[in-house]
């Protein structure tokens, strides 16, 4: 069974959170604001971590790709 590794999760969070940040600025709300720019941090480098993992998937399925399965052999 194969994993799916979904990138657009956080990517649509990041983009909710700096909307609500933005929609803070406008208030002068800058206490709210600074609260979900460290959240927003958060979501970034869970975003950078997804796309290392599908990084490496793609590298295992391409050492994959190169190497024959033993049952090919037989």
């Known amino acids: 069974m194969s994993t799916v590794i979904d990138y657009a999760a956080p990517m649509m969070r990041i983009e909710n959170i700096m909307k609500e940040m933005h929609n803070y600025l406008l208030e002068k709300d800058m206490a709210a604001a600074h609260h979900q720019a460290l959240i927003l ?3 970034a480098r ?14 295992e399925h391409a050492l994959r790709q190169q190497a024959p399965t033993l049952q090919e052999g037989i």
């Open 46 to 59: 869970v975003l950078c971590n997804t796309l290392v993992l599908m990084q490496e998937k793609e590298y």
């Open 41 to 43: 941090v958060v979501e």
